[in-house]
Protein backbone atom coordinates (compact mmCIF):
# COMPACT_ATOMS: atom_id res chain seq x y z
CA UNK A 1 0.00 0.00 0.00
CA UNK A 2 1.38 3.51 -0.37
CA UNK A 3 3.16 5.37 2.26
CA UNK A 4 0.98 7.54 4.86
CA UNK A 5 -0.41 10.17 2.80
CA UNK A 6 -1.36 13.23 5.63
CA UNK A 7 -3.53 15.47 3.84
CA UNK A 8 -1.85 19.44 3.96
CA UNK A 9 -3.87 22.26 3.26
CA UNK A 10 -1.34 23.52 0.63
CA UNK A 11 -1.78 25.69 -2.81
CA UNK A 12 -3.24 25.28 -6.16
CA UNK A 13 -0.72 22.99 -8.05
CA UNK A 14 2.12 24.47 -10.81
CA UNK A 15 2.09 23.25 -14.81
CA UNK A 16 3.39 19.84 -15.08
CA UNK A 17 7.02 20.15 -16.16
CA UNK A 18 8.23 18.96 -19.84
CA UNK A 19 7.41 15.76 -21.46
CA UNK A 20 10.58 14.12 -21.42
CA UNK A 21 11.85 10.71 -23.69
CA UNK A 22 9.76 8.23 -22.91
CA UNK A 23 7.41 9.74 -21.62
CA UNK A 24 3.35 8.62 -22.77
CA UNK A 25 1.53 11.26 -23.14
CA UNK A 26 -2.25 11.32 -22.51
CA UNK A 27 -3.95 11.57 -26.46
CA UNK A 28 -5.84 14.71 -26.94
CA UNK A 29 -8.70 13.46 -27.92
CA UNK A 30 -8.96 11.44 -24.81
CA UNK A 31 -8.69 14.90 -22.89
CA UNK A 32 -11.97 15.79 -21.57
CA UNK A 33 -11.44 19.27 -19.70
CA UNK A 34 -8.07 21.05 -18.58
CA UNK A 35 -8.62 19.86 -15.37
CA UNK A 36 -7.12 16.75 -15.78
CA UNK A 37 -3.37 16.94 -17.01
CA UNK A 38 -1.90 13.52 -16.67
CA UNK A 39 1.24 11.41 -17.86
CA UNK A 40 3.00 8.22 -17.51
CA UNK A 41 7.08 8.65 -17.60
CA UNK A 42 8.42 5.31 -17.52
CA UNK A 43 11.58 6.78 -18.36
CA UNK A 44 13.65 4.89 -15.20
CA UNK A 45 12.18 1.51 -15.78
CA UNK A 46 13.38 1.69 -19.13
CA UNK A 47 16.59 2.53 -18.37
CA UNK A 48 16.89 0.18 -15.74
CA UNK A 49 15.69 -2.83 -17.96
CA UNK A 50 18.14 -2.01 -20.57
CA UNK A 51 21.34 -2.35 -18.04
CA UNK A 52 20.06 -5.34 -17.10
CA UNK A 53 19.45 -6.89 -20.71
CA UNK A 54 23.18 -5.44 -21.46
CA UNK A 55 24.52 -7.40 -18.17
CA UNK A 56 22.34 -10.89 -19.29
CA UNK A 57 23.60 -10.73 -22.78
CA UNK A 58 27.26 -10.14 -21.54
CA UNK A 59 27.68 -6.98 -22.99
CA UNK A 60 29.25 -3.89 -21.55
CA UNK A 61 27.44 -1.53 -19.88
CA UNK A 62 29.06 1.67 -20.38
CA UNK A 63 28.67 5.30 -18.90
CA UNK A 64 25.88 6.57 -21.43
CA UNK A 65 24.13 3.57 -19.83
CA UNK A 66 23.89 4.64 -16.55
CA UNK A 67 23.94 8.64 -17.25
CA UNK A 68 20.45 7.92 -19.30
CA UNK A 69 19.15 5.94 -15.79
CA UNK A 70 20.75 8.91 -13.78
CA UNK A 71 19.13 12.06 -15.81
CA UNK A 72 15.68 10.42 -16.18
CA UNK A 73 13.13 12.57 -14.59
CA UNK A 74 11.88 9.79 -12.10
CA UNK A 75 15.07 8.96 -10.71
CA UNK A 76 16.38 12.26 -9.80
CA UNK A 77 12.90 13.07 -8.48
CA UNK A 78 13.25 9.78 -6.44
CA UNK A 79 16.47 10.72 -5.15
CA UNK A 80 15.43 14.16 -4.19
CA UNK A 81 12.56 12.59 -2.27
CA UNK A 82 14.77 9.82 -0.68
CA UNK A 83 16.96 13.25 0.61
CA UNK A 84 13.59 14.64 1.94
CA UNK A 85 12.62 11.65 4.06
CA UNK A 86 16.41 11.44 5.02
CA UNK A 87 16.68 7.97 3.87
CA UNK A 88 20.16 6.95 1.97
CA UNK A 89 20.22 6.86 -1.36
CA UNK A 90 23.45 7.04 -3.60
CA UNK A 91 24.14 6.23 -7.27
CA UNK A 92 26.53 4.22 -6.02
CA UNK A 93 24.19 1.81 -3.94
CA UNK A 94 21.63 2.34 -7.07
CA UNK A 95 24.26 0.35 -9.47
CA UNK A 96 24.73 -2.40 -6.90
CA UNK A 97 21.10 -2.73 -6.72
CA UNK A 98 20.48 -2.66 -10.76
CA UNK A 99 23.17 -5.22 -10.73
CA UNK A 100 22.17 -7.71 -8.60
CA UNK A 101 21.84 -11.10 -9.46
CA UNK A 102 17.70 -10.90 -7.56
CA UNK A 103 16.74 -7.79 -10.30
CA UNK A 104 18.32 -9.74 -13.60
CA UNK A 105 16.01 -12.71 -12.07
CA UNK A 106 12.62 -10.74 -12.01
CA UNK A 107 13.48 -8.60 -15.22
CA UNK A 108 11.11 -10.36 -17.46
CA UNK A 109 8.17 -10.19 -15.22
CA UNK A 110 8.89 -6.71 -14.41
CA UNK A 111 8.82 -5.85 -18.71
CA UNK A 112 5.38 -7.60 -19.03
CA UNK A 113 4.05 -5.78 -15.77
CA UNK A 114 5.36 -2.46 -17.61
CA UNK A 115 3.56 -2.71 -20.26
CA UNK A 116 0.50 -4.22 -18.61
CA UNK A 117 0.47 -1.04 -16.62
CA UNK A 118 1.02 0.97 -19.93
CA UNK A 119 -2.00 -0.53 -21.39
CA UNK A 120 -4.26 1.01 -18.79
CA UNK A 121 -6.31 4.07 -19.49
CA UNK A 122 -5.46 6.55 -16.15
CA UNK A 123 -7.70 9.36 -18.52
CA UNK A 124 -11.01 7.26 -17.61
CA UNK A 125 -9.34 6.75 -13.74
CA UNK A 126 -9.17 10.75 -13.36
CA UNK A 127 -12.27 11.10 -15.15
CA UNK A 128 -13.69 8.79 -12.73
CA UNK A 129 -12.51 10.30 -9.19
CA UNK A 130 -13.58 14.08 -10.75
CA UNK A 131 -17.10 12.92 -10.22
CA UNK A 132 -16.10 12.45 -6.47
CA UNK A 133 -14.55 16.16 -6.19
CA UNK A 134 -15.99 20.28 -6.47
CA UNK A 135 -16.13 21.26 -10.13
CA UNK A 136 -12.92 23.50 -9.50
CA UNK A 137 -10.59 20.81 -8.65
CA UNK A 138 -7.97 19.83 -10.98
CA UNK A 139 -5.76 16.59 -11.48
CA UNK A 140 -2.66 17.39 -12.86
CA UNK A 141 0.01 14.70 -12.14
CA UNK A 142 2.91 12.38 -13.68
CA UNK A 143 2.66 8.48 -12.48
CA UNK A 144 6.20 7.25 -12.04
CA UNK A 145 6.28 3.45 -12.22
CA UNK A 146 9.67 2.80 -10.80
CA UNK A 147 12.30 -0.27 -10.07
CA UNK A 148 13.98 0.40 -6.63
CA UNK A 149 15.33 -1.11 -3.81
CA UNK A 150 12.38 -0.59 -1.46
CA UNK A 151 8.48 -1.34 -2.13
CA UNK A 152 6.74 1.17 -0.83
CA UNK A 153 4.65 4.02 -3.33
CA UNK A 154 3.78 7.04 -2.67
CA UNK A 155 2.44 10.68 -3.56
CA UNK A 156 5.24 13.41 -4.24
CA UNK A 157 5.54 17.59 -4.40
CA UNK A 158 1.99 18.23 -3.68
CA UNK A 159 2.85 21.29 -3.48
CA UNK A 160 4.66 21.96 -6.99
CA UNK A 161 4.62 19.47 -9.59
CA UNK A 162 2.50 16.56 -8.17
CA UNK A 163 3.52 12.79 -9.00
CA UNK A 164 2.49 9.57 -8.19
CA UNK A 165 5.16 7.22 -7.47
CA UNK A 166 3.99 3.70 -7.75
CA UNK A 167 6.57 0.41 -7.30
CA UNK A 168 6.63 -1.82 -10.13
CA UNK A 169 5.38 -4.52 -8.72
CA UNK A 170 4.56 -7.97 -10.92
CA UNK A 171 2.53 -8.88 -7.92
CA UNK A 172 -0.34 -6.02 -8.99
CA UNK A 173 -2.28 -6.62 -11.47
CA UNK A 174 -3.00 -4.06 -14.01
CA UNK A 175 -6.31 -3.65 -12.72
CA UNK A 176 -4.97 -2.78 -9.32
CA UNK A 177 -2.71 -0.35 -10.24
CA UNK A 178 -5.19 1.57 -11.66
CA UNK A 179 -7.26 1.32 -8.62
CA UNK A 180 -3.94 2.43 -6.87
CA UNK A 181 -3.66 5.12 -9.31
CA UNK A 182 -7.17 6.48 -9.14
CA UNK A 183 -6.95 6.61 -5.13
CA UNK A 184 -4.10 8.69 -5.85
CA UNK A 185 -5.31 10.87 -8.30
CA UNK A 186 -8.35 12.15 -5.54
CA UNK A 187 -5.64 12.74 -2.87
CA UNK A 188 -4.38 15.13 -5.72
CA UNK A 189 -7.62 16.56 -6.92
CA UNK A 190 -8.23 17.46 -3.15
CA UNK A 191 -5.11 18.78 -1.99
CA UNK A 192 -5.67 21.32 -5.48
CA UNK A 193 -8.79 22.45 -3.20
CA UNK A 194 -6.89 24.00 -0.60
CA UNK A 195 -7.66 28.08 -0.96
CA UNK A 196 -11.34 26.44 -1.02
CA UNK A 197 -11.00 24.47 2.11
CA UNK A 198 -8.63 26.90 3.99
CA UNK A 199 -11.99 28.81 3.95
CA UNK A 200 -13.99 27.15 5.78
CA UNK A 201 -12.16 26.96 8.93
CA UNK A 202 -10.94 30.38 9.44
CA UNK A 203 -13.49 31.07 11.95
CA UNK A 204 -11.81 28.17 14.30
CA UNK A 205 -8.58 28.54 16.27
CA UNK A 206 -6.31 26.89 18.49
CA UNK A 207 -6.46 23.30 18.98
CA UNK A 208 -9.98 23.23 17.56
CA UNK A 209 -8.32 24.23 14.24
CA UNK A 210 -5.77 21.54 15.17
CA UNK A 211 -8.47 18.81 15.52
CA UNK A 212 -10.94 19.82 12.09
CA UNK A 213 -7.62 19.51 10.13
CA UNK A 214 -6.76 16.29 11.28
CA UNK A 215 -10.03 15.56 10.16
CA UNK A 216 -9.40 16.26 6.73
CA UNK A 217 -7.71 12.45 6.89
CA UNK A 218 -10.56 11.13 6.54
CA UNK A 219 -10.32 12.26 2.72
CA UNK A 220 -8.95 8.30 2.25
CA UNK A 221 -12.02 7.49 2.90
CA UNK A 222 -13.29 9.42 0.13
CA UNK A 223 -10.34 8.21 -2.21
CA UNK A 224 -11.31 4.65 -1.51
CA UNK A 225 -15.02 5.36 -2.62
CA UNK A 226 -13.63 7.79 -5.40
CA UNK A 227 -11.14 5.05 -6.82
CA UNK A 228 -14.18 2.48 -6.73
CA UNK A 229 -16.56 4.72 -8.34
CA UNK A 230 -19.45 4.45 -6.39
CA UNK A 231 -20.76 2.57 -2.88
CA UNK A 232 -21.99 -0.20 -4.63
CA UNK A 233 -18.62 -1.43 -5.42
CA UNK A 234 -16.51 -3.17 -3.02
CA UNK A 235 -13.60 -0.90 -2.51
CA UNK A 236 -11.04 -3.55 -2.98
CA UNK A 237 -13.00 -5.20 -5.79
CA UNK A 238 -9.67 -5.85 -7.89
CA UNK A 239 -7.56 -6.61 -4.75
CA UNK A 240 -6.02 -9.73 -4.01
CA UNK A 241 -7.95 -11.95 -1.51
CA UNK A 242 -6.06 -11.42 1.43
CA UNK A 243 -6.49 -7.29 1.38
CA UNK A 244 -10.11 -7.92 0.76
CA UNK A 245 -10.86 -9.37 3.97
CA UNK A 246 -7.90 -7.71 5.59
CA UNK A 247 -10.02 -4.54 5.14
CA UNK A 248 -13.47 -6.45 5.92
CA UNK A 249 -11.84 -7.27 9.07
CA UNK A 250 -11.23 -3.01 9.77
CA UNK A 251 -14.77 -2.29 8.70
CA UNK A 252 -16.40 -4.59 11.40
CA UNK A 253 -14.37 -2.62 13.90
CA UNK A 254 -16.31 0.50 12.87
CA UNK A 255 -17.55 1.47 16.05
CA UNK A 256 -14.45 0.83 17.98
CA UNK A 257 -12.34 2.31 15.88
CA UNK A 258 -14.84 5.75 15.66
CA UNK A 259 -14.54 6.01 19.80
CA UNK A 260 -11.09 5.93 18.78
CA UNK A 261 -10.73 8.84 16.86
CA UNK A 262 -12.79 10.77 18.95
CA UNK A 263 -11.05 10.36 22.14
CA UNK A 264 -8.17 11.60 19.74
CA UNK A 265 -10.20 14.70 18.87
CA UNK A 266 -11.36 15.48 21.92
CA UNK A 267 -7.96 15.18 23.91
CA UNK A 268 -6.15 17.41 20.89
CA UNK A 269 -9.43 20.13 21.64
CA UNK A 270 -8.77 19.96 25.38
CA UNK A 271 -4.96 19.80 25.19
CA UNK A 272 -4.52 16.21 26.73
CA UNK A 273 -1.65 15.39 23.55
CA UNK A 274 0.24 18.68 24.62
CA UNK A 275 2.81 18.61 21.89
CA UNK A 276 2.97 19.09 18.39
CA UNK A 277 4.97 15.86 18.35
CA UNK A 278 2.03 14.17 20.36
CA UNK A 279 -0.95 15.15 18.16
CA UNK A 280 1.04 13.93 14.88
CA UNK A 281 2.15 10.72 16.50
CA UNK A 282 -1.46 10.19 17.67
CA UNK A 283 -2.61 11.07 13.67
CA UNK A 284 -0.40 8.75 12.26
CA UNK A 285 -1.79 5.87 14.47
CA UNK A 286 -4.47 5.88 12.42
CA UNK A 287 -3.00 5.51 9.26
CA UNK A 288 -2.07 1.76 9.65
CA UNK A 289 -1.72 -0.15 6.46
CA UNK A 290 -5.70 0.69 5.69
CA UNK A 291 -6.32 1.64 9.37
CA UNK A 292 -9.71 4.34 10.83
CA UNK A 293 -8.53 6.89 8.60
CA UNK A 294 -9.29 4.61 5.75
CA UNK A 295 -12.82 2.57 6.79
CA UNK A 296 -14.25 5.19 9.45
CA UNK A 297 -13.97 7.85 6.56
CA UNK A 298 -15.22 5.51 3.71
CA UNK A 299 -18.24 4.13 5.62
CA UNK A 300 -18.89 7.62 6.82
CA UNK A 301 -18.72 8.84 2.87
CA UNK A 302 -20.56 5.98 1.64
CA UNK A 303 -23.87 6.68 4.36
CA UNK A 304 -23.54 10.36 3.56
CA UNK A 305 -23.59 9.77 -0.33
CA UNK A 306 -26.57 7.31 0.27
CA UNK A 307 -28.97 9.59 2.46
CA UNK A 308 -28.04 12.92 0.95
CA UNK A 309 -26.28 12.80 -2.38
CA UNK A 310 -22.90 12.91 -3.91
CA UNK A 311 -23.13 16.71 -4.07
CA UNK A 312 -24.08 17.05 -0.32
CA UNK A 313 -20.12 15.01 0.13
CA UNK A 314 -18.61 16.64 -2.02
CA UNK A 315 -19.31 19.75 0.14
CA UNK A 316 -18.25 17.70 3.19
CA UNK A 317 -15.21 16.80 1.78
CA UNK A 318 -13.79 20.50 2.71
CA UNK A 319 -15.27 20.96 5.81
CA UNK A 320 -14.79 17.89 7.68
CA UNK A 321 -17.46 18.83 11.04
CA UNK A 322 -20.40 18.63 8.59
CA UNK A 323 -19.54 14.96 7.15
CA UNK A 324 -19.79 13.92 10.95
CA UNK A 325 -23.04 15.60 11.39
CA UNK A 326 -24.27 14.86 8.62
CA UNK A 327 -23.18 10.84 9.27
CA UNK A 328 -24.95 11.15 12.78
CA UNK A 329 -27.62 12.11 10.92
CA UNK A 330 -27.59 8.94 8.40
CA UNK A 331 -26.24 6.73 11.11
CA UNK A 332 -29.07 7.38 13.46
CA UNK A 333 -31.72 7.25 11.45
CA UNK A 334 -30.29 3.27 10.54
CA UNK A 335 -29.84 2.69 13.99
CA UNK A 336 -34.30 3.37 14.64
CA UNK A 337 -34.52 0.70 12.10
CA UNK A 338 -32.50 -2.24 12.92
CA UNK A 339 -30.96 -4.06 16.09
CA UNK A 340 -27.02 -3.29 14.78
CA UNK A 341 -26.48 -0.04 16.42
CA UNK A 342 -23.87 2.01 15.20
CA UNK A 343 -21.41 4.33 16.85
CA UNK A 344 -22.70 8.29 16.80
CA UNK A 345 -19.70 10.78 17.30
CA UNK A 346 -20.91 12.79 20.50
CA UNK A 347 -22.79 15.73 20.78
CA UNK A 348 -20.28 17.48 22.94
CA UNK A 349 -17.05 16.90 19.89
CA UNK A 350 -19.74 18.11 17.53
CA UNK A 351 -20.28 21.84 19.38
CA UNK A 352 -16.69 21.89 20.01
CA UNK A 353 -15.73 21.71 16.53
CA UNK A 354 -18.38 24.15 15.34
CA UNK A 355 -21.73 21.76 14.35
CA UNK A 356 -25.04 20.80 15.75
CA UNK A 357 -26.22 17.52 16.09
Known sequence: MTDTFAFARVSAFAALCAVAHWLVPVPASAQVSDRIQLSLDASEVEAVLTIVARRHAGERIGEPDWQRLFDSQPYRRLKR???DVQRSFTDETFQQFVL????????PDLRRTLDEWRSRDLQASARRVLRYLPPDARIHATVY???KPHTNSFVYDVRGDPAIFLFLDPEQSSAKFENTVAHELHHIGFASMAPQSDSIDTHLSGSVRVAVEWMSAFGEGFAMLAAAGGPDTHPHAVSPAEERARWDREMANFNQHLRELERFF???IEGRLGTQEEIRQGG????????PWYTVGY??????ERRYGRETLIACMVDPPQLLARYNTAA???NSKRRERLAL???ILLQQVGVSR
Do not use: N
Open 81 to 83: REA
Open 100 to 107: SDHLQARA
Open 145 to 147: PVI
Open 266 to 268: VDV
Open 284 to 291: LSFFGIQG
Open 299 to 304: RMAVMV
Open 332 to 334: AEL
Open 345 to 347: WSP
